[in-house]
């Protein structure tokens, strides 16, 4: 598997959860790979770009969007290690524009 080489630098817990995130990624995408080459299949060479380009992009953005759900949700079940960080908050925004005539 070439993924194999990315996964060489994962401590054991990490590729286990990357296991179990291909496994429950696989059977979520599955229905949506079929309906992928089934588009494909269907479209002459003339019409695979464009259109059907646009859909099957639309189709794998899904997808993607189903990973990262699947690898919250993981996350979320076994609960986190250590706290979590905490973020500075951004700093104000002074002369900012509402919108209205610019003074000059």
Do not use: H, Y
């Amino acid at each position: 598997m070439e993924g194999t080489k990315m996964a060489e630098g994962l401590t054991p817990e990490q590729l286990a959860e990357a296991q179990r995130n291909f496994e429950v990624m696989k059977k979520a995408t599955e229905e949506d790979l079929w309906r992928i080459a089934c588009l494909m299949a269907g479209k002459p060479d003339s019409e695979l770009l464009g259109r059907t380009e646009f859909e099957v992009r639309d189709q794998v953005l899904r997808m993607g969007a189903k990973a990262i759900e699947t690898a919250v949700n993981g996350r979320k079940k076994r609960g986190t290690e250590g706290a979590a960080r905490s973020v500075e908050n951004a700093p104000e925004t002074r002369d900012s524009s509402s919108g209205g005539k610019r003074r000059s």
